[in-house]
């Protein structure tokens, strides 16, 4: 059992068709001190995740109701919680859907237990509210990004609604405004140590973020690409 801590109650839903590892993760994760609500399809799991509002959610793609994709994006519809998907597909083009579709992380089955355990642990640090250092208010002729509320607010005053992950990659960027982010420290910060070669991730969300926040995403005015090396947050 790992030595690191979950907090107490935290609720994680698990989505699988397979009851073989339903039952097992719901014996491993309540050992590590999760809620664990379970659900075998996904539009099963859409109506646990309204009535029971989990903290993370583990999602397998290969559904016999619905793709996870459609899942995740069924979630997004109404939900910023984390998503993690458990998947035996290998194909890259699967991952970048799931993660265009909103998911925050894809874990390739088989998997071994610590180190889910540690992408939960990750997934739900990154959804908890960080402490602010320093201004906690950015304003821009488009938006406004508050590091306290961890909001952000187009100039037309709408709300920008940003997934744990693609907050997290922002917040990271905005602390550090006209300075160079390189792509192993925001794969590291956001993520978590293992994944400092994951730079797929970075442009998937990347091209999120431009989507949600720049006025013409193609030309990007805030979030800047120094190719090859990382990202910087101009404003």
Not at 148 to 171: C, F, N, Q
Request: negative net charge.
């Amino acid at each position: 059992m790992s030595g690191q801590a979950t907090a107490p109650g935290t609720r994680v839903l698990v989505i699988d068709d397979d009851a073989q590892i339903l039952r097992a993760l719901r014996i491993n994760l309540s050992a590590h001190g999760y809620t664990v609500l379970v659900a075998d399809g996904g539009a099963a799991a859409l109506r646990v995740a309204a009535d029971g509002h989990p903290d993370v959610v583990v999602l397998d793609l290969g559904l016999p109701d619905l793709d996870g994709a459609e899942v995740i994006e069924g979630l997004r519809g109404w939900s910023t919680v984390p998503v993690i998907v458990l998947s035996a597909r290998t194909d890259s083009g699967d991952k970048v859907r799931a993660l265009d579709a909103g998911a925050d992380d894809y874990v390739t089955k088989p998997f071994g237990m610590a180190e889910l355990l540690a992408r939960l642990r990750a997934a739900v640090r990154r959804s908890a509210v960080s402490a602010v250092d320093g201004e906690a208010v950015l304003t821009t002729p488009d938006f406004t990004v508050d590091l306290a509320a961890k909001t952000v607010v187009r100039s037309d005053g709408t709300d920008v609604h940003l997934t744990p992950t693609e907050w997290g990659i922002l917040e990271l960027l905005v602390r550090h405004r006209g300075k160079l982010v390189d792509q192993k420290r925001l794969l590291r910060e956001v993520w978590g140590p293992q994944y400092g070669t994951e730079t797929h991730y970075l442009r998937v969300y990347m091209a999120q973020l431009r989507r949600k926040l720049e006025p013409a995403p193609s030309r990007p005015r805030y979030l800047i690409t120094e190719a090859g090396m990382g990202y910087r947050f101009e404003g």
